[in-house]
């Protein structure tokens, strides 16, 4: 008798829990308890997000002659074409760093003194610290020149300077012609060409395609040379030319990019100034 009057209640209780089921299934189904969609498509979208993040920091190409590198990599370029300069503005020496400033140094930059050269020139005083200001916009806050190194009066900055002195934070300078020689006919030449220009992560990346050459003559044969490598020890082409057309004659570094060495120049950026900076450059 006890076992049958459990029996329909333990039917009872599986159909409570039958019903019970199919309601909940619905209400998620219609989204009373949560959108069942948006579940379904979390990991989906997760990827997705993922892989927008991926997307935004993979490098974006700019402009071969974008504005925030174009000015520093052309005022750097015949330092950076023969020799790696991997650690900044260390990798320069400090005649290096006030050549690379010096035409820039305007007339109020220097104090004329009283003393004069032998000739009756003055001598003229220019602090270090503006030279240091002139290098920042090259190679950042942290750029050091050390005057004592700079003691050279027989070293002719381009625009006709000599220090023959320094101290207490200041050269003391005097002004000379510029000599020059004259060199020998030369083809048209297009030594380097940037092929890429990235950015990512606040840093400017280009590249560029590069080759040298070296030239010797014999009577009227004019022999041109290229070479891949900085080293000159990979001659990949040959040209002779007469001193009458080899002004007229084109070598171009198009020519030969397969074989050409590759010069890959960074930029950093700076908040405070909100500009970029040479940061290194290596040829491979």
């Known amino acids: ?15 409570v829990f039958i019903i019970l089921c199919l309601v909940g299934y619905i209400c998620y189904d219609k989204g009373v308890f949560g959108n069942k969609e948006s579940s379904e498509n979390y990991t ?14 993979s490098p974006e190409e700019i402009a071969l002659d974008d504005s925030r590198f174009i000015d520093i990599y052309n005022k750097l370029k015949s330092y950076t074409y023969w020799k790696n300069r991997s650690d ?4 320069f020496t400090d005649h290096e760093l006030l050549q690379i400033i010096a035409k820039e140094l305007k007339e109020s930059d220097f104090v004329k003194t009283t003393e004069t050269t032998e000739y009756g020139d003055p001598y003229y005083t220019l602090e270090n610290s503006i030279v240091i200001n002139y290098l920042k916009k090259y190679f950042g806050n942290d750029v050091v020149v050390i005057g004592e190194k700079l003691r050279n009066p027989s070293f002719a900055y381009n625009n006709g300077m000599d220090i023959v002195d ?9 002004f000379s012609g510029i000599g020059g020689g004259v060199g020998g006919p030369l ?15 606040n840093e400017i990346v280009v590249k560029e395609k590069a080759i040298y050459w070296g030239i010797t003559s014999e009577q009227e044969t004019i022999t041109f040379d290229v070479y891949s490598d900085v080293k000159k020890k990979n ?8 001193e009458d057309n080899i002004a007229n004659e084109i070598v171009t570094v198009e020519d030969y990019l397969d074989e050409a ?8 950026y700076d908040q405070d100034t909100n500009s970029y900076y ?3 450059s290596v040829i491979e």
């Open 278 to 280: 040479f940061k290194s």
């Open 88 to 91: 900044g503005y260390q990798s």
């Open 44 to 57: 989906e979208n997760a990827d997705k997000i993922d892989n927008n993040k991926s997307e935004e920091t």
């Open 187 to 201: 083809p048209k030449i297009t030594e380097r060409k940037i092929i890429s220009a990235t950015i990512e992560n």
């Open 261 to 268: 060495s590759t010069i890959t120049t960074k930029f950093a």
């Open 1 to 15: 008798m006890g076992k049958k009057n459990k029996t329909p209640m333990i039917i009872i209780i599986l159909l």
């Open 235 to 242: 001659k990949i082409d040959s040209k002779e030319y007469t």
């Open 166 to 174: 320094y101290a207490d934070g200041k050269y003391k300078v005097r």
